[in-house]
């Protein structure tokens, strides 16, 4: 069962370094996000920096959310869903799979990328390893609830738009701590009760997502 | 081991597509199932293959004394569709050894499937270069990588040349051979020897004989002796 699994994340990683798409479009269009604010809010490093955190932290939902229309609609729709419910492996371990891919061709590139964008908005040094700290504990919340919105419209051509007002919502709650973590930092407060917060987001997540988003491939594939 | 199927009704959509669909396929049998477009052939597979949840009835396959049905069943199906679950941005090895690694083998099993099919020669090639009938060639080798029981096949032979057709025909028998069992949607004849037959109309289920393998007597509780057994369809006349 472990070695199924593992050839499904390994067939994800593999598609998303072929067609280029998923992980490094995610990337750049977060990185172009970033960027663009200090054009536009101008370069007051004060300003900036009290507003680090939460930019990063918008920029990576929005980036998660790019590839998530596609994460089990292509599958839907060249029929390899079908072929994977026939697999010998219950129907969340391959969503979980899958799930574990999206966050490593997306969630974990934005992980890496998010403390050098946060020095470059002129985030403070001694916050940056909360920046890491938070992403790390944050990301996966995204893959996860990501997961349900993509499954939710797996069957429905054009569903990019849908996924996103489904899930944006979903990402509230990591967004809040998250930037809440990197913020307390900033301002030399305590920062682990919002971080063990975000972390119980994605625990929570992890628990739930799986089951929820195998229950609407079912009904997709009716 | 035997596939039986029980008072399956399904739905789609509201309307009902076949009602009180009851029959046996014992090992080493293929089904044939035949019928207009609409008469419900692909909609029977789905429910078989655990897709479609049936209105009413069940399906199982009898192993050992054992009743495997629902989630149980499914590992022991394979199912080759209208779509053949083809990634062209992978190799057509490549395809194929994501199927071996998920049924848990080796990439031993690769080779034989590609030169069953005739498609050694495209193993590198990448699969979005394959044509309609490499596409479904690619689909039916993953029936061999998998090494499953019950193979569920909806229009195989559709977009195969006369060759190719013949070669898929031969894998059906040399499945049954071996003590597997296929269901086949098809409007040819396969030329397999001595295969079930199932004739769906729409809205209504008339059996039709396969060279006396079909009792048309009211259906029992336990007609363990009869290979296949339908009943038909809320009581009406056979066809």
Redesign the interface.
């Given at each position: 069962m472990v070695?199924?699994l593992?050839?499904?994340v390994?067939?994800d990683l593999?598609?998303a370094l072929?067609?280029g798409g998923g992980g490094a479009v995610g990337l750049a269009f977060f990185v172009l996000a970033v960027v663009l604010i200090p054009l536009g809010i101008g370069r007051e490093g004060e300003t900036l920096a009290r507003i680090a955190g939460g930019v990063v932290w918008v920029a990576a939902l929005l980036a998660a959310l790019l590839s998530l229309d596609r994460l089990f609609q292509a599958d839907v729709?060249?029929?390899?869903l079908?072929?994977?419910?026939?697999?010998?492996?219950?129907l969340e371990a391959v969503v979980a799979a899958k799930t574990v891919a999206h966050w490593l061709t997306t969630g974990l590139p934005i992980t890496l990328a998010a403390p050098l964008l946060a020095l470059m908005l002129n985030l403070p040094l001694g916050s940056v390893p909360a920046m890491a700290a938070a992403m790390l504990a944050g990301t996966p919340a995204l893959s996860l609830a990501g997961a349900i919105g993509a499954a939710l419209t797996a069957g429905i051509r054009r569903g990019g738009l849908l996924v996103s007002i489904l899930v944006l919502p979903l990402y509230v709650p990591t967004l809040i701590f998250g930037a809440r973590t990197v913020e307390n930092a900033t301002l030399d407060l305590p920062w682990s009760a919002p971080l063990m917060l975000t972390l119980a987001i994605s625990l929570g997540a992890a628990a739930i997502a799986p089951f929820a988003a195998a229950w609407a491939l079912r009904i997709t594939?009716? | 081991m035997e596939l039986l199927i029980d008072n399956l009704c399904a739905r789609r959509g509201g309307r009902s597509v076949f009602d009180d669909l009851s029959l046996r396929v014992p090992a080493g049998r293929a089904l044939l199932v035949t019928g207009p477009n609409g008469a419900g052939k692909s909609t029977l597979l789905r429910v078989i293959a655990g897709f479609l949840p049936p209105a009413t009835g069940r399906v199982a396959l009898i192993d050992r004394g054992e009743t495997l049905s629902g989630a149980a069943l499914q590992p022991r199906l394979a199912f080759a569709g209208h779509m053949d679950a083809v990634k062209p941005a992978l190799s057509v090895a490549e395809n194929l050894a994501l199927w071996a690694g998920i049924a848990g083998r080796d990439r031993d099993a690769i080779e034989p499937a590609l030169s069953a099919l005739g498609l050694e020669a495209m193993a590198g090639r990448p699969a979005g270069e394959c044509s309609a009938g490499q596409r479904r060639r690619l689909g039916l080798a993953r029936l061999l990588v998998a090494e499953r029981s019950v193979w569920l096949m909806d229009e195989p032979t559709s977009s195969l040349d006369a060759g190719s057709a013949a070669a898929v025909s031969a894998l059906v028998a040399r499945h049954c051979d071996a003590g597997g069992i296929a269901v086949i949607a098809t409007h040819l004849d396969m030329g397999l020897h001595d295969p079930l037959r199932l004739d769906l109309i729409p809205e209504r289920v008339a059996p039709q004989g396969g060279e006396g393998a079909l009792d048309p007597a009211p259906k029992p509780a336990d007609a363990d002796e009869d290979p296949f057994l339908v009943g038909p369809a809320d009581g009406g006349a056979f066809r």
């Open positions: 070695k199924a593992g050839a499904i390994a067939r593999l598609l072929r067609l729709e060249d029929g390899t079908e072929q994977l419910m026939l697999a010998d492996l219950p594939l009716r | -």
